[in-house]
């Protein structure tokens, strides 16, 4: 799905004022649930302490700028961990200069547009013919494998998840961090073909802090979250979704995602606006919150 298709979708969404973990308070009044975190980037929820506490650090010490850094290493470290096998990084400004690399890298489209060549073109990770991705209902790249796999957090529960970013030569993790906040990371299996993606970018240090914070965050919240607290929203959302650990996967026998996901919305309640992703059960709601569901009717 392309982005503008997403936004348009969004755009039914009333001004935000304020995000706070996985509630969004509207201008007037209105607070949703968020079941979209944005595709997986958050899945923390907004507001993060130590993130925050990180970004204002960062800024004060006037580190917002590319520099040389220690935490490079330390991020290095840290990414690396994520996937068995992994033995190289490159770390990139955003989506699309990632990319860019992983185009050069395949000796597709030179010069021309980031993320276009063979493969087609894309709009960032969560839809790029590139990346694998194991949340995406249904083939994302035609004929053609992506050489790269989309490392997402409780992958295990995914349909087509356990083990699918190590076993590509290239990873992605893909971090739980608002676009433009910190890098996008690729790891390789193969030295060699890191050397061939180029040196990657020198980033700002207060962006590099952002991701290590990002990760440190994410496997503490893995280590404690599970089906304990997913399996709470069961009843309520049974007719519409088929739940996959955290992940929730439209019925198949929903046509008409549109009006689910105004429905939904009228409820109070976002939804994935893209009907190829799973929406994903939130790290708190109560009871009330996740009521609404029930009189929605697919």
Same mark, same amino acid.
């Given at each position: 799905m392309r982005e503008t298709e997403i936004d348009a979708r969004l755009r039914g969404l009333p001004p935000i004022r304020r995000a706070r973990f996985w509630r969004l308070y509207a201008e007037n009044g209105t607070r949703y $649930?968020?079941?979209?975190?944005d595709g997986g980037r958050g899945i923390l929820g907004a507001r993060n302490a130590k993130l925050g506490l990180g970004l204002k650090e960062g800024i004060d010490r006037g580190l917002d700028r590319p520099l040389p850094s220690r935490l490079e290493a330390r991020l290095a470290k840290a990414a690396l961990a994520l996937?068995?096998?992994? /033995?190289?990084? %490159?770390?990139? %400004?955003d989506e699309r200069r990632a990319l860019d690399a992983l185009s050069r890298l395949l000796g597709e489209n030179p010069g021309g547009r980031p993320g276009q060549g063979a493969f087609g073109a894309s709009d960032g990770l969560l839809d790029s013919p590139l990346v694998f991705d194991?949340? %995406?209902i249904g083939p994302s790249t035609g004929d053609a494998s992506p050489p790269a796999g $989309?490392?997402?957090p409780f992958a295990a529960w995914l349909p087509e998840g356990s083990g699918s970013a190590s076993s590509f030569p290239i990873a992605i993790p893909l971090l739980p961090l608002p676009r433009g906040l910190g890098p996008t990371i690729i790891l390789f299996a193969d030295e060699g073909e890191a050397v061939k993606a180029g040196p990657g970018d020198l980033l700002a240090p207060?962006? $590099? /802090? @952002?991701?290590?914070d990002a990760l440190t965050a994410l496997? @503490?919240?893995e280590s404690k979250v599970d089906e304990t607290h997913w399996r709470r929203i069961d009843r309520r959302i049974r007719h519409l979704f088929d739940r996959k650990g955290p992940w929730l996967f439209p019925k198949p026998g929903i046509s008409d995602w549109n009006r689910v996901f105004d429905a939904a919305l009228e409820r109070g309640l976002l939804l994935s606006p893209d009907p190829l992703l799973p929406s994903i059960v939130p790290g708190d709601f109560d009871d009330g919150e996740a009521a609404r569901f029930n009189d929605l009717v697919p």
């Open positions: $649930l968020d079941f979209w975190q996937v068995p096998g992994m /033995r190289a990084i %490159r770390l990139f %400004r194991p949340a %995406r $989309l490392h997402r207060l962006a $590099l /802090r @952002a991701a290590l496997v @503490a919240y």
